[in-house]
């Protein structure tokens, strides 16, 4: 078999995404080689092409939710045999001896981990390159089982929208009783509702859209809150444990934190940067509330998700497109139309 590969790159800042041939390494010997079925397509993928974070190295082969079928293994693989269907998200390796990495939160690697594309492996040097080609050779303590029974398309997106918001939800131990408000209905906003409802939670979705109300309780919500409502706010004043903001551009949290109970949570997962406007610390010190970040999951993780969602059914909800229609998805995810995650059907990348 060939080394060399078909994908999709972004060759600078400006430039659409456009056919790419680049070289796979050869399988070293606790290596997966996966031929890529679907690839979901996220916010960070157009971040990173379009340079918005200024760390993007070129070209980049974006890709992160990647479920394919296992072609070769290396002599070392146990866990993992051709014909197998497999996911892998937005980590390929990490230092595996860090006090994170050996807590099975290889997200939060003190080395940083190897992104799946837009990062060098620790071994060779080369650039990684992700999910938006013909196959991927990954290591097998980065892959995935995903579960026939899955929706191949809609399991995609659990790889990135999926672990993003099930790994606070675990981390603050939500389960039947507990008051969950989701912030925004996205891509991840969409999987929080699922998620959450599935967990036993009593799940409310806020939103600044009117209109929303069919689609988020089909999604799992009992109660939508309109957030810039003041009557409808004051109604749910002390009310959640906690509150999966998911929204993907700087806003204003302060409405949001006198919501919480009392030690109640407020976690970030759709947000980086700066917090505009300063955040008021009254609620915080009179409720002993928290404000807090959460990313991605680590591997054990991410397969406790997969495998809660092969047990309830869960998928994300998807839009299939073809490779060719990449740039014009962009275009269409920075106008939020999409319900919630494009997903490229790979067969297409030939066409």
């Known amino acids: 078999m060939s080394n060399e590969v078909l994908g999709y790159a972004a060759h600078s800042p400006e430039s659409a995404l456009a056919p790419y041939r680049f070289a796979r390494r050869d399988a070293r010997t606790d290596d997966v080689v996966i031929a890529i079925e679907y690839c979901g397509v996220c916010h960070s993928d157009l971040h990173t092409a379009r340079n918005d974070w200024a760390n993007s190295i070129y070209p980049v082969v974006p890709g992160h939710e990647i479920i394919g079928r296992v072609t070769a293994v290396g002599a070392g693989v146990t866990r993992f ?41 620790r071994h060779d040097h080369t650039l990684t390159s992700g999910g938006y080609s013909e196959r991927i050779v990954v290591s097998e303590a980065f892959v995935l089982n995903v579960s026939e029974a899955l929706d191949p398309a809609g ?11 099930w790994s606070p939800l675990r981390h603050w131990k939500v389960g039947k009783g507990s008051k969950v408000a989701v912030v925004g209905l996205g891509g991840l906003g969409h999987m929080a509702l699922k998620l959450a409802s599935a967990m036993g939670a009593d799940v409310t979705l806020f939103t600044r859209s009117p209109g ?43 409405p949001y934190v006198p919501t919480l109970a ?21 609620p915080l010190i009179m409720g002993r509330r928290s404000v807090a970040g959460s990313l991605i999951g680590g591997i054990a993780e991410t397969q ?30 920075l106008n939020s139309d999409v319900k919630y995650r494009f997903v490229i059907d790979m067969a297409t990348l030939k066409d």
């Open 212 to 254: 929303k109300e069919d689609d988020a309780r089909s999604l799992g919500a009992k109660r939508i809150v309109v957030s810039t409502d003041a009557e409808q706010m004051a109604a749910v004043q002390g009310e959640f444990d906690l509150i999966v903001d998911t929204v993907p551009y700087v806003h204003d949290l302060n």
């Open 304 to 333: 406790e998700l997969l495998d809660f969602c092969g047990e309830h059914g869960i998928t994300a909800d998807v839009e299939i497109i073809a490779m060719r229609d990449i740039n014009d998805a962009y275009e269409r995810m």
């Open 155 to 165: 399991t995609a997106p659990l790889l990135c929208a999926g672990i993003t918001t």
């Open 262 to 282: 009392i030690g109640g949570t407020l976690v970030l997962v759709g947000y980086l940067g700066e917090l505009k406007p300063m955040l008021d610390s009254v």
């Open 81 to 121: 045999k051709p014909g197998d269907r497999v996911g892998v998200g937005c980590m390929v390796d990490s230092c595996r001896v860090c006090d994170p990495c050996l807590r099975g939160h290889e997200q939060y690697c003190t080395a940083f981990p190897t992104l799946t594309y837009n990062g060098y492996d």
